[in-house]
Structures are given as structure tokens and as C-alpha cells.
């Protein structure tokens, strides 16, 4: 089997020779950053860089334009934010750094990160400007001054055809996850708003892949740029992969039985197609399981169900496309399933990477027909050691051992109220805890959107706590209760 050649778009881009990652130099400390900045960093429990940090704070600091690529979850985040952040003048009302993202989800988490790491620093304010809102609110606080910017491409370019933002003092441009900003079709969008900035700019692009768009994208508007890669490597041991040889006929019941067998708790399953996504979805459902499917086709408001469901603990199965499922962030991922292994190994790596995160371990487990061999050739060459081959056979449950089903541990109630309504964590947290008379054991994750909560509770106690927030009120006020269905009726 032959290696693929690599991408012949390269941009003229040094590559930065990997960094010797020991102790003193992930010190935060030695950047130059202001004391109030480091101090900062330090209550927010960052104590060191992350590899990405060490490998392309310095660069951007030292104002060169960075093509930079690593996982999700590898804290890019903060590694642009604390550039920008490093440049601003915050007795400047102007906007001097705008930050792309492809969806709102990812713009909020953003926003989120870069208002946390501004802490330091008084009133620099940091607004965000995403489709789906109206725009009015948004003309308006974009009349009482920004700073820093974060916004989807289309929405961005709305705003600079309305002339309602203004780029002319913009010192720095940065494109978070420029892979799937490209997947998402955004290229036309991307460069009418690097036309629309200062040619005397820092460009910091960031991306968890490098597909060929990067490159075309880069070398039209990137000066210079310095290139920053960081190979994935997986702690040894942490994930656990399996591979099963399985004909198509098997493929998606394999699935079940993968589920029944090693009865993770939050499993992702990927798929190469929507309609095989589709069919799994219908299989899993029938057999009992408490599955989601995340395709490009939701509104973002269903999309973010499924996401603070599975999040939750309430959903065991979430099913995806790689495309759907690039940028999530879960920090609980018990398995990773290829239903079908894909033909490149570099998202290979990137999915299972999903699984065995900080100090947990994770199963990896993929299906593999005769046909798809080659595949895994060059995954066993990108990982310089022969993987583990297993039987189907091995899952059939022994016929004396019946095991319960499997469920997920939480069961998700929607409140119908959120930031609008002046609803925070706490409130929901106090009323379960408090009148109704949970333990506080018993209450999961609880989220906030601008209309509704979603609140995770123990499985067994989910119709009770409906009744009983039913009944009581929140914030002194009664409150409309659901049970979020999950396919498992
Ligand atoms: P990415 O954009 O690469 O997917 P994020 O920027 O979202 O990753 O960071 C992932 C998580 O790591 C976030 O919860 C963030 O708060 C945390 N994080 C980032 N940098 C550090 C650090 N130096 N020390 C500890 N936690 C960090
Ligand atoms: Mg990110």
C-alpha cells in the first residue's frame, strides 16, 4: 500500500520545527504577557500551556501570521485569544480584532473563552454576531462600541454590506476552525471579509485538519505565514482499539451488539453518509437504545438538543457524519465507533481521538469489510504498530447472562424559560435541591439558552422531578415542564 503524496496546494509556509515540550518552557510566564494577564491565567487553573499554546503563542506574539493545526480540545481557543487580547488597546472603542467562526454554537464558546481571559484587563467588551438573531440588537450594540468581534462569516459580511460594522482599525483577523468553515461553504464569505480588513493585519489561521482548501485560502491572504502542525498522538494506551471484520449485511447490527457487549455510557458512532446515518439512527431506536442522530440538516436550535443531551448523559448513542460532528467538544466519550472505517487516515486519528480523554480510557472499535482493507493498512502505517483484530462472535452475548438494557444514566427535562427570563443554573439547581427534595447527586448538567433550560436528572427520578418542578415555581414564577423524548418512548 502507498502513502498518499502529500497535498501539492502548500502554501509558502515555513513549517515551525516541533517544539521540545519539558516543563519550563510550557511556563506562561516567559511569554510577554502583562501581570495582570498571568495572575489571571492563573485562577482560571492554567497553569501551563497546552503544546499548541507553547507551539504558536510565541509566533503570534511576535506578530507573524500562523497557519496552526491541532485537535479539538487542544485549547486553540486560548492560544489566539491571549494574542489579540495581548494587542488591544482597550481605551480604543473600535473594533480591532475579529475572530470567524462557522457556527453560532462554537462563536458562543468562543466569545465565552475570550471574555473569561479578559478578565484581567477592565470593560473590554467582546460582542458576538451570528445568524439566527435578529440584526437590529445587533446594529445597535455594535453602535456602543466593541472591541473584539466573533461571528459567523455570512452574518459578518451582512453587517460590512449594511456599513454597521466598520474594520478599518481591525489589527488582528483570526479563522477558527477554517476546515469547517470551508466544508460549510463559507469560502466566498471568508475572503469578502479579509478584503474588508486592513492589509496591515496579523492573520492567525486555526484548524483541527489541513484539507486543500487551507492552503488556496492562505496563500490569498495570509503574509508569510509560519506553519504549526502537531502531529496527533494519542497517549499510548488510553485508547483501546479494536477492529472487526463484518459484511455489509452485519455492519449496523454490529453496532448493537458492540453496545451490548462493552455497555459504554456515551458512545459515538460515525458514519460516511447521511443515510447510513439515517438507518443506523432506526436501527439502534428499534432495538431500545437511547440514540440522537446529528446531521447538517438540523435548525440550530435542534442541533443544540441533541448536543446538550448527549452532553448530559442523557442519550447513549449519538450518530454523526464527520462533517456534523467536527468542533464538538465532549469531555465524557466512553467509545468511538467507525461503522464504516474511513479512507483517510488522518480523520481516522482526529475521531477516535474523541475517546479517552484527560485521564479516562476509551474505546475505539471499528468495522471493516473485506473491500475496506486497504484502509487499514495505512491507518496500521500512520500508527507504526499492527492493530488488533476481533471477532463479531466474541460480542454474542452468552445465552444464560441477560443483561438489562442498555440506558443512559440521565433523562433531560426542558424548561420552558431560559436567559430571557432571568433563569440561571442556580435558580433550577435551588428548586430541585430545595423544595422538591433531590439530593444534589441526583441533578446533572443543567444549560441555559437565551429561551430554555435543559436540566439532566437521574433516570429514576425524571418523572417525579417533572411533576414536582411542575407543581413549584422558579424564580418565584410557575414554569412549563417537558420530558425530552429520546427515541426510546
Ligand atoms: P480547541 O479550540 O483546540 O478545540 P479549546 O480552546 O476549546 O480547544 O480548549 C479546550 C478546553 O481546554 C477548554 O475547556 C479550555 O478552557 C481548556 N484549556 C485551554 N488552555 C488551557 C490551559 N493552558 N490549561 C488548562 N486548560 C486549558
Ligand atoms: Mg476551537
Given at each position: 500500500?502507498?502513502?498518499?503524496?502529500?497535498?501539492?496546494?502548500?502554501?509558502?509556509?515555513?513549517?515551525?520545527?516541533?517544539?521540545?515540550?519539558?516543563?519550563?518552557?510550557?511556563?506562561?510566564?516567559?511569554?510577554?504577557l502583562a501581570?495582570s494577564t498571568?495572575?489571571n491565567l492563573?485562577?482560571l487553573?492554567?497553569?501551563?500551556?497546552?503544546?499548541?499554546?507553547?507551539?504558536?503563542?510565541?509566533?503570534a506574539l511576535?506578530g507573524?501570521d500562523l497557519?496552526?493545526?491541532?485537535?479539538?480540545?487542544?485549547?486553540k481557543t486560548a492560544a489566539f485569544a491571549l494574542s489579540l487580547l495581548a494587542k488591544l488597546n482597550p481605551r480604543r472603542f473600535a473594533v480591532q480584532a475579529l475572530v470567524l467562526c462557522p457556527t453560532r454554537e462554537l462563536a458562543d464558546q468562543v466569545t465565552q473563552e475570550i471574555r473569561r481571559l479578559a478578565r484581567g484587563e477592565d470593560n473590554i467588551k467582546v460582542l458576538t454576531l451570528c445568524g439566527g438573531s435578529t440584526m437590529r440588537p445587533q446594529i445597535s450594540s455594535l453602535e456602543h462600541g466593541a472591541h473584539v468581534v466573533v461571528g459567523t462569516p455570512g452574518r459578518i459580511m451582512d453587517h460590512l454590506q449594511r456599513e454597521s460594522l466598520d474594520l478599518s482599525a481591525l489589527d488582528t483577523l483570526v479563522l477558527d476552525e477554517a476546515?469547517?468553515m470551508?466544508?460549510?461553504?463559507f469560502?466566498?464569505d471568508i475572503v469578502f471579509v479579509a478584503k474588508a480588513c486592513p492589509k496591515a493585519r496579523q492573520t492567525l489561521l486555526f484548524?483541527?485538519?489541513?484539507?486543500?482548501?487551507?492552503?488556496?485560502?492562505?496563500?490569498?491572504f495570509?503574509?508569510?505565514?509560519?506553519?504549526?502542525?502537531?502531529?496527533?498522538?494519542?497517549?499510548?494506551?488510553?485508547?483501546?482499539?479494536?477492529?472487526?471484520?463484518?459484511?455489509?449485511?452485519?455492519?449496523?447490527?454490529?453496532?448493537?451488539?458492540?453496545?451490548?457487549?462493552?455497555?459504554?455510557?456515551?458512545?459515538?458512532?460515525?458514519?460516511?453518509?447521511?443515510?447510513?446515518?439515517?438507518?443506523?439512527?432506526?436501527?439502534?431506536?428499534?432495538?431500545?437504545?437511547?440514540?440522537?442522530?446529528?446531521?447538517?440538516?438540523?435548525?440550530q436550535?435542534?442541533?443544540?438538543?441533541?448536543?446538550?443531551?448527549?452532553?448530559?448523559?442523557?442519550?447513549?448513542?449519538?450518530?454523526?457524519?464527520?462533517?456534523?460532528?467536527?468542533g464538538?467538544?465532549?469531555?465524557?466519550?466512553?467509545?468511538?465507533?467507525?461503522?464504516?472505517?474511513?479512507?483517510?487516515?488522518?480523520?481516522?486519528?482526529?475521531?477516535?481521538?474523541?475517546?479517552?480523554?484527560?485521564?479516562?480510557?476509551?474505546?475505539?472499535?471499528?468495522?471493516?469489510?473485506?473491500?475496506?482493507?486497504?484502509?487499514?493498512?495505512?491507518?496500521?502505517?500512520?500508527?507504526?504498530?499492527?492493530?488488533?483484530?476481533?471477532?463479531?462472535?466474541?460480542?454474542?452475548?452468552?445465552?444464560?447472562?441477560?443483561?438489562?438494557?442498555?440506558?443512559?444514566?440521565?433523562?433531560?427535562?426542558?424548561?420552558?424559560?431560559g436567559r430571557k427570563?432571568k433563569?440561571?443554573?442556580?435558580?433550577?439547581?435551588?428548586?430541585?435541591?430545595?423544595?422538591?427534595?433531590?439530593?444534589?447527586?441526583?441533578?446533572?448538567?443543567?444549560?441555559v439558552t437565551d429561551t430554555?433550560?435543559?436540566?439532566?436528572?437521574?433516570?429514576?427520578?425524571?418523572?417525579?422531578?417533572?411533576?414536582?418542578?411542575?407543581?413549584?415555581?422558579?424564580?418565584?414564577?410557575?414554569?412549563?415542564?417537558?420530558?425530552?423524548?429520546?427515541?426510546?418512548?
Amino acid at each position: 500500500m502507498t502513502q498518499s503524496p502529500p497535498a501539492s496546494s502548500e502554501p509558502a509556509a515555513s513549517v515551525v520545527p516541533p517544539v521540545v515540550l519539558d516543563a519550563a518552557n510550557l511556563s506562561f510566564a516567559q511569554l510577554p504577557l502583562a501581570p495582570s494577564t498571568l495572575a489571571n491565567l492563573q485562577q482560571l487553573g492554567y497553569l501551563q500551556m497546552t503544546p499548541i499554546q507553547a507551539a504558536s503563542l510565541p509566533l503570534a506574539l511576535a506578530g507573524h501570521d500562523l497557519i496552526a493545526q491541532a485537535k479539538t480540545g487542544s485549547g486553540k481557543t486560548a492560544a489566539f485569544a491571549l494574542s489579540l487580547l495581548a494587542k488591544l488597546n482597550p481605551r480604543r472603542f473600535a473594533v480591532q480584532a475579529l475572530v470567524l467562526c462557522p457556527t453560532r454554537e462554537l462563536a458562543d464558546q468562543v466569545t465565552q473563552e475570550i471574555r473569561r481571559l479578559a478578565r484581567g484587563e477592565d470593560n473590554i467588551k467582546v460582542l458576538t454576531l451570528c445568524g439566527g438573531s435578529t440584526m437590529r440588537p445587533q446594529i445597535s450594540s455594535l453602535e456602543h462600541g466593541a472591541h473584539v468581534v466573533v461571528g459567523t462569516p455570512g452574518r459578518i459580511m451582512d453587517h460590512l454590506q449594511r456599513e454597521s460594522l466598520d474594520l478599518s482599525a481591525l489589527d488582528t483577523l483570526v479563522l477558527d476552525e477554517a476546515d469547517r468553515m470551508l466544508d460549510m461553504g463559507f469560502f466566498d464569505d471568508i475572503v469578502f471579509v479579509a478584503k474588508a480588513c486592513p492589509k496591515a493585519r496579523q492573520t492567525l489561521l486555526f484548524s483541527a485538519t489541513y484539507p486543500e482548501g487551507i492552503g488556496k485560502l492562505s496563500q490569498q491572504f495570509l503574509r508569510q505565514p509560519q506553519r504549526i502542525t502537531l502531529p496527533e498522538q494519542h497517549e499510548a494506551g488510553k485508547i483501546r482499539q479494536r477492529f472487526y471484520e463484518v459484511d455489509s449485511a452485519q455492519r449496523l447490527s454490529a453496532v448493537g451488539l458492540l453496545l451490548k457487549h462493552y455497555r459504554p455510557v456515551s458512545t459515538l458512532a460515525f458514519c460516511n453518509t447521511r443515510q447510513q446515518c439515517r438507518d443506523l439512527l432506526q436501527l439502534l431506536r428499534a432495538e431500545g437504545f437511547v440514540a440522537l442522530a446529528l446531521h447538517g440538516e438540523l435548525e440550530q436550535r435542534e442541533r443544540d438538543q441533541v448536543l446538550i443531551q448527549f452532553a448530559n448523559r442523557s442519550c447513549s448513542v449519538l450518530v454523526a457524519t464527520d462533517v456534523a460532528a467536527r468542533g464538538l467538544d465532549i469531555d465524557q466519550l466512553e467509545a468511538v465507533i467507525n461503522v464504516d472505517v474511513t479512507p483517510d487516515t488522518e480523520i481516522h486519528v482526529h475521531r477516535i481521538g474523541r475517546t479517552g480523554r484527560v485521564d479516562q480510557a476509551g474505546w475505539a472499535f471499528s468495522l471493516v469489510s473485506g473491500n475496506q482493507m486497504a484502509r487499514v493498512d495505512n491507518i496500521e502505517k500512520a500508527l507504526g504498530h499492527e492493530i488488533e483484530w476481533h471477532l463479531l462472535s466474541e460480542l454474542q452475548a452468552s445465552p444464560g447472562q441477560r443483561q438489562p438494557p442498555l440506558m443512559p444514566p440521565m433523562v433531560t427535562l426542558l424548561i420552558l424559560g431560559g436567559r430571557k427570563e432571568k433563569i440561571r443554573p442556580g435558580d433550577v439547581l435551588g428548586a430541585l435541591t430545595g423544595e422538591a427534595g433531590f439530593s444534589k447527586e441526583q441533578v446533572g448538567k443543567i444549560n441555559v439558552t437565551d429561551t430554555s433550560t435543559y436540566v439532566a436528572v437521574a433516570r429514576g427520578i425524571a418523572r417525579e422531578a417533572l411533576r414536582k418542578l411542575s407543581a413549584g415555581s422558579i424564580k418565584g414564577k410557575k414554569v412549563k415542564v417537558h420530558l425530552l423524548q429520546d427515541g426510546a418512548g
